[in-house]
T-cell receptor, first 114, second 113 residues
Framework: DSGVTQTPKHLITATGQRVTLRCSPR?????VYWYQQSLDQGLQFLIH???????AKGNILERFSAQQFPDLHSELNLSSLELGDSALYFC?????????????FGNGTRLTVT | GENVEQHPSTLSVQEGDSAVIKCTYS??????FPWYKQELGKGPQLIID?????GEKKDQRIAVTLNKTAKHFSLHITETQPEDSAVYFC????????????FGKGTTLSVSS
């Protein structure tokens, strides 16, 4: 058990809808990273928050947004969903904010857009 | 930005054989190189990592080597067991503000008994 909690485990929704994915980092970790995993693209970095502040953006669509709250949990919001957004979404946490310490991944949220 | 290439995409070995997975990276500023194992239905789990000031690191049956000049690093698994079957990812981190771990596309390792 990595100590990172992601909810929900599965999400099925229709095109055009909006969903929120939630992540609770390991106790003591200040950084939260979001990654998208699809079959042909591997793990794609979306966004990184450190202690409530956005630190880095990767290949995140404008329809997607995230935030990290004062209790350090994070939410990833996906709107105007398209079929191609179907994927596994992982949250990972780490102690520091420069990407050079181990990331601890949750078990992901599987999003299916129909 | 950083780009990580990983080969092979699939690898099948017999139990007891060795397995080698290779990765190359593009950003010479990268200095942290972890390897993750992902089992079905779970998130990636760190199995070993290496930093740029070290050429090789071992942990029981797993070893990682790093060649900074050539910008490539490899994962070696000896005496493979069926429970080693999983998807393995390499990653590189440029250690710069505004960046994050960049992953290769993964290698599916199958160990048959």
């Amino acid at each position: 058990d990595s100590g990172v909690t992601q909810t929900p485990k599965h999400l099925i929704t229709a095109t055009g809808q909006r969903v929120t994915l939630r992540c609770s980092p390991r106790s003591g970790d200040l950084s939260v990273y979001w990654y998208q995993q699809s079959l042909d693209q591997g793990l794609q970095f979306l966004i990184h928050y450190y202690n409530g502040e956005e630190r880095a953006k990767g290949n995140i669509l404008e329809r997607f947004s995230a935030q990290q709250f004062p209790d350090l949990h994070s939410e990833l919001n996906l709107s105007s969903l398209e079929l191609g957004d179907s994927a596994l979404y992982f949250c990972a946490s780490s102690v520091e904010g420069r990407g050079v310490s181990p990331l601890h991944f949750g078990n992901g949220t599987r999003l299916t857009v129909t | 930005g950083e780009n990580v290439e990983q080969h092979p995409s699939t690898l099948s070995v017999q139990e007891g054989d060795s397995a080698v997975i290779k990765c190359t990276y593009s950003d010479s500023a990268s200095n942290y190189f972890p390897w993750y194992k992902q089992e079905l239905g779970k998130g990636p789990q760190l199995i070993i990592d290496i930093r740029s000031n070290v050429g090789e690191k071992k942990d029981q049956r797993i070893a990682v080597t790093l060649n900074k000049t050539a910008k490539h690093f490899s994962l070696h698994i000896t005496e493979t067991q069926p429970e080693d079957s999983a998807v393995y990812f390499c990653a590189a981190s440029p250690n710069q503000a505004g960046t994050a771990l960049i992953f290769g596309k993964g290698t599916t390792l199958s160990v048959s008994s």
